[in-house]
């Protein structure tokens, strides 16, 4: 009987000295980023040789008249691009016919 209260104390004690001796392992992924947005990526402009330019604007370059205009003709907010002056132009959204 002895010998049984022994070794239950031995075992609780070795169990104890067990989780003494581990350390918890934390694991850290450091602080949270903070976005920044400057505004400058969300500008509307088309551009060339470092200037920038507003829709609508017009630019001849080899002799043929480009304009900055719209990339997608169904977006009011998208991005423009520099379109020929003789591409054809975007077929009208709305038709009424008589």
């Known amino acids: 009987m002895k010998i049984r209260v022994l070794m239950i104390g ?18 850290s992924t450091g602080p949270k980023p903070i976005p920044v947005v400057d505004g400058a990526e969300f500008v509307r402009a088309c551009w060339y040789q470092g ?35 003789d591409a054809e132009p975007a077929p009208a959204k709305i038709r009424i016919n008589p």
Do not use: F
Request: with cysteine.
């Open 10 to 27: 031995l075992l609780v004690t070795t169990g104890a000295l067990a989780q003494v001796e581990r350390p918890a392992r934390v694991i």
């Open 51 to 85: 200037q920038q330019y507003s829709e609508g604007a017009p630019l001849e370059v080899g002799g043929k008249l480009l304009y900055c205009l719209p990339k997608n003709d169904y977006e009011t907010n998208g991005a423009l691009i520099w379109r020929s002056a």
